[in-house]
């Protein structure tokens, strides 16, 4: 179980819209066009980012980053991510829902 909250934001119409012709940019840059079919599917699905809120223990400063990208940098040897801390450049930069269990101890 995760001790920390991804947030799920659906991507807006427009977005997503780009989205889709930039993928088929891509695809056919690669020469994978895709089918009408394809694109249909697209078209009909909802999109969503997946986002976390992490807060720094040091200095406060807190964001929203692309959960993406988090999850990528995390190694999984810790129960939770930590990374460096945009602002004040030092580690500890974890998800909010860690920083207030943390706090409130
Ligand atoms: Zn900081």
Same mark, same amino acid.
């Given at each position: 179980? !995760?001790?920390?909250?991804i947030i799920r934001q659906? #991507?807006?119409?427009?977005?997503?819209?780009?989205?889709?012709?930039?993928? +088929?940019?891509?695809?056919?840059?690669?020469?994978? &066009? +895709?089918?009408?079919?394809?694109?249909?599917?697209?078209?009909?699905?909802?999109?969503y980012d997946e986002k976390i809120?992490?807060?720094?223990?040091?200095?406060?400063?807190?964001? +929203?980053h692309n959960w993406e990208f988090i999850d990528e940098v995390w190694?999984?040897?810790? &129960?939770?991510p930590?990374?460096?801390? &945009?602002?004040?450049?030092?580690?500890?930069? +974890? &998800?909010?829902? #860690?920083? !207030?269990?943390?706090? !409130?101890?």
């Open positions: 179980m !995760n001790k920390f909250n659906k #991507v807006s119409e427009e977005e997503k819209q780009q989205r889709i012709k930039d993928y +088929i940019e891509e695809m056919e840059f690669f020469g994978f &066009p +895709i089918s009408e079919t394809e694109l249909k599917r697209l078209q009909q699905q909802d999109l809120h992490l807060k720094c223990l040091r200095c406060g400063h807190e964001g +929203i190694s999984r040897k810790s &129960p939770y930590s990374i460096y801390c &945009p602002k004040c450049g030092k580690g500890g930069f +974890i &998800p909010i829902d #860690v920083y !207030n269990s943390k706090r !409130n101890k």
